[in-house]
C-alpha cells in the first residue's frame, strides 16, 4: 500500500459500509428521525457484531459481511416488531418541520466525518505517513494478529481468539469485537492486518465513540440537544 495523503480518506470507506447497515437497520426497525439515523448507524452495526461475537460461542459460523447482513437483518425484524407494539395505543407525537430535521442531521453528519476524519490524520501521521506501521502501543501487535487470526479462521469466537499465542489452547475470554472491524476491513479493502488495525482504530475513536456519546445524550435530554 503506497503512502499517498489520500490514503488519510480510507477510513471513510470502511466507516460509510459500516453505518450504512446500521442506518438501514435502524430505519427497517422504525426510526424515521434523519439525525437518529445518522448517530445509529456504526453503534448498531457494531453492536450486531458484538452480538455475533458472542452467538459464536454456540453455533460456529463464519464472521464476514454476510454474517454481519443477516445479524442485521434479524435485529431489524426484531426492532420492528417491539417498535410497532410500542406505537399502539401511543398518541402521535407532533410532527416537525422537515427542514429542521434535515439541518440537524446534516451538522451531525458533518461532524461525524471530522471526528473520522481528525481520528484518521492522528493515527496516520502518527505511523508516519503509513497505515502500515503497527500502532506504539503495548497490546497493537497482539491485536493485529488477532485479526489476522480472525481472517484466516474465519472465527471471533471470544474464547478461541488468543489461541494462537500460546502453544495449547487455554479457553481465555477475550472480546472480539475490534478484531471483526479489523476483519470487516481485510475483506472489503483487501488490506493486510495491520493496516486493518489501524482502520478499526480510526472506526472506534473517530466514529463509534462520538456517535455513542450522541445516542447518549439524545436519550437523557431529548432529541433537540
Known sequence: ????????????????????????????????RAATLVAAGLPVTVGVMAVLGVAEIFVPFPCGWLSLAAGTLVLAVVGRVVSARRKRGQREAPAEH?????????????????????????????????????????????????????????????????????????????????????????????CDAVVASNLAAVVVAGGLWPSCLVLAVRFLRGPRL
Open 98 to 190: 422537515a427542514e429542521s430535521q434535515w439541518r440537524e442531521a446534516a451538522a451531525m453528519a458533518g461532524s461525524l466525518v471530522a471526528t473520522v476524519m481528525v481520528a484518521s490524520a492522528v493515527v496516520f501521521i502518527a505511523a508516519g505517513g503509513t497505515w502500515e506501521t503497527v500502532s506504539q502501543t503495548w497490546d497493537a501487535m497482539f491485536d493485529a494478529n488477532a485479526i489476522r487470526q480472525a481472517y484466516l479462521s474465519g472465527s471471533i469466537d471470544p474464547r478461541t481468539l488468543v489461541d494462537f499465542a500460546f502453544p495449547h489452547p487455554v479457553g481465555s475470554f477475550y472480546p472480539a469485537t475490534f478484531h471483526a472491524i479489523g476483519t470487516l476491513a481485510m475483506h472489503v479493502l483487501g
Open 1 to 32: 500500500m503506497s503512502t499517498s495523503p489520500a490514503l488519510v480518506l480510507l477510513p471513510l470507506v470502511l466507516v460509510l459500509a459500516l453505518w450504512g447497515i446500521g442506518a438501514l437497520a435502524a430505519w427497517c426497525a422504525g426510526a424515521r
